[in-house]
């Protein structure tokens, strides 16, 4: 058998290039992503000796052991775990195999210590893709000029040898190991001598991997010396709160979550009683890069009887809750449990129920306390979060309660109790308008009337809005609706000044009836122009500077959803269904039509006129440029305005 010479995965290569220019602040990291990594190998074999005890009978206390050599200049961390066989050697050591890496490893330049000058957030970019992707191993580069990995896996007799100096190419053949388990040597750089020392692993032991939850120990490096283990060899959830610090719970958290920013919060717990179990939970401050994937797994560990038995217990959280991390160790859960069982089980059921519950119960807490504090986290992880409001109807209150909303009359960020303690007399009615971006909400002609009402509007810029406002329908009775539909009432709500208001029914009444006649000739106009292009033409109530906007009808889909939808090709086929054109009979450009439409009309006839004809279009290409929707007919658009430029008004 020969050596077989392979080409990184693209990811791979880029990410290598990444770890050796980027993390050079962090080098010593290396050594706990090893530990870490072998640490888990070992939770494995665990897991599988419950259903083939054969796999640990020849060497049944599982370890990670530490050999310096100075001579050779190598570093090794050793385990027993489950090892590794050719296939997984290429598959494990030689692609990255969660979605998404490429697209964000395109976003860095490979070179951090010059996109550090430019901007800081590069190299924690740089810096988190590690962990966020499972692929710590990668970071030995960082100190090592080559890596060979020596491993058996449990229960063959075959070992592999894989070999890399982290520039392309990685080599694997058959080796010699008497017994299953996993060697990774890295050969240390000129500039990474100081891992060669004692003492300094030491102390990287004890600050990094003193949580990890079997003996990490030193393999003498003198003959007179005896083997110590560097770590207290216990698993952290299962020590008391006042015996851990907090940067112990912090390095756990890098461990369980193989992340490496610090946790925004930690949760730690005992529960006794019918149900018993341990929990120790990480809600991050950094997003995970594919947060939104469809592929994405659980990030809660599940161990029984501290026995590790699976990494992606999808029952024992909801969807909506993805982002917390950590570990969750049962009393009352069978060892050989399954992962299918897992997801019928009643038991995981009721651990799952308990876990949400105290998940929101201290964000509520956060929310209340540290509200600044809370609010990173809802531009972090809120868009998440709202999905529960859809998809769980037994946590729906609770989950709205903490939700927060931008608002077109406040800035910062307000819950949905704090908009109903700030309606206006008269409104009975919690308002909302959906957009791409609070900016692009902002900017919507059908805010105007609202503004001019001094009615505020929540902000929803999140796709998962579309979905679940429907089914909510109402907060303590008042009904959510969105801004963008027609009929929308604010007469009955009171705006300004009374004197201004006074001020603006005179001179309403001085000029009402006919600027109605000629208004009501113009809509006609409008109508008949048109014809299936809108559901109807009317006068607004809403518009105060804009000439037009469009609005949906009381009974059909938002604008927004109905965009959406047709983006994620769920409309294939259909176009987009007819409006409301809403015109401004305030405006000049409205005034002046009307007084043309008068002109026209004939009595007994309809009011037919290619100018009106093109102005109607012209005002209906600009309500749906407003609402970043194309013109018609470009052609037309561009024939018309070119006329009415020539014509004029």
């Not at 083939?52 to 385990?79: F, G, M, Y």
């Not at 032991?205 to 120990?217: E, K, M």
């Not at 006919?514 to 809509?523: A, G, S």
């Not at 983006?567 to 176009?575: A, E, I, N, R, V």
Request: aromatic share 8%; with cysteine; glycine share 6%.
């Amino acid at each position: 058998m020969t050596v077989e010479t392979h080409a990184f995965q693209a990811e791979v290569g880029k990410l290598l290039d990444i770890v050796a220019h980027s993390l050079y602040s962090q080098k010593e990291i290396f050594l706990r992503e090893l530990i870490s990594n072998a640490s888990d190998a070992c939770d494995k074999l665990r897991y599988r000796a419950l259903t083939e005890p054969a796999l640990v009978e020849d060497d049944p206390e599982l370890k990670v052991t530490l050999r310096l050599d100075k001579k050779a200049k190598t570093i090794t961390v050793s385990d027993n775990g489950v090892g590794m066989d050719k296939d997984d050697l290429t598959g494990i050591l030689g692609t990255i195999a969660r979605s998404g890496t490429q697209a964000f490893v395109e976003g860095l330049s490979g070179d951090a210590a010059k996109d550090k000058d430019k901007d800081k957030d590069k190299e924690d970019v740089a810096v988190s893709l590690i962990g966020q992707f499972g692929v710590g191993f990668y970071s030995a580069f960082m100190v090592a000029d080559r890596v060979e990995v020596v491993t058996r896996k449990a229960g063959t007799n075959q070992a592999w040898k894989w070999t890399s100096d982290g520039r392309g190419e990685f080599a694997i053949e058959p080796a010699e190991r008497a017994a299953r388990g996993t060697d990774v040597i890295t050969h240390l750089k000129k500039d990474a001598k100081e891992y060669l020392e004692t003492e300094r692993i030491e102390h990287i032991v004890r600050t990094y991997s003193d949580h990890i939850g079997i003996p990490v120990a030193l393999a003498p490096v003198k003959k007179e010396d005896d083997e110590r283990v560097l770590n207290t060899a216990s698993a952290l959830w299962t020590r008391a709160k006042k015996d851990i610090t907090e940067d112990q719970y912090k390095e756990f958290y890098h461990h369980a979550a193989h992340a490496f920013d610090d946790p925004w919060m930690t949760i730690h717990n005992q529960v006794e009683g019918v149900l018993s179990y341990t929990n120790l939970l990480f809600i991050p401050s950094m997003r995970p890069y594919d947060l939104f994937h469809p592929d994405r797994a659980a990030s809660v560990k599940l161990y029984v009887k501290k026995v590790y038995i699976t990494d992606n217990c999808e029952g024992l959280l909801p969807s909506y809750l993805r982002f917390v991390k950590g570990v969750v160790d049962s009393e009352d859960l069978p060892l050989n449990i399954s992962r299918e069982m897992m997801q019928h089980n009643p038991v995981v059921a009721k651990i799952s129920s308990g876990l949400t519950k105290r998940v929101f119960g201290e964000l509520k807490k956060s929310a209340e306390k540290k509200p600044d504090d809370y609010a990173r986290f809802w531009e972090t992880f809120g868009p998440v979060l709202k999905e529960g409001i859809y998809e769980d109807h037994a946590n729906r209150d609770r989950i709205l309660e903490l939700a927060r909303f931008k608002s077109s009359a406040r800035s910062g960020w307000i819950s949905v109790k704090d908009y109903v303690n700030a309606m206006k007399p008269g409104q009975d009615t919690i308002y909302y308008i959906t957009g791409d971006t609070a900016e692009a909400a902002l900017a919507s002609p059908q805010l105007e009337g609202f503004r001019a009402k001094e009615v505020e509007v929540l902000l929803m810029t999140d796709p998962v809005d579309e979905f679940w406002l429907p089914q909510v329908g109402v907060y303590e009775e008042k009904a959510f609706k969105s801004a963008t539909r027609g009929g929308a009432d604010l007469a009955k709500i009171d705006g300004a000044a009374a004197d201004e208001k006074a001020d603006a029914d005179e001179t309403k009444e001085k000029t009402e009836a006919p600027d109605d006649d000629r208004t009501d000739l113009l809509v006609a106009a409008l109508k008949l122009a048109l014809g299936d292009k809108v559901k109807d033409v009317r006068r607004s109530e809403r518009l105060t500077d804009s000439a037009v906007c469009l609005v949906a009808d009381e009974g059909d889909l938002d604008m927004n959803l109905e965009r959406l939808l047709k983006q994620h090709k769920q409309l294939d086929g259909q176009d987009l269904s007819p409006r409301i054109l809403e015109i401004n009979a305030g405006h000049a450009l409205i005034g002046k039509l009307a007084v043309l439409a008068q002109e026209k009309a004939k009595p007994g006839e309809d009011i037919s006129d290619p100018l009106l004809t093109d102005a109607a279009f012209m005002l209906l290409d600009q309500a749906r440029i407003l609402e970043g929707e194309p013109v018609l007919n470009a052609q037309a658009f561009a024939r018309r305005l070119s006329q009415l430029m020539v014509e004029g008004l």
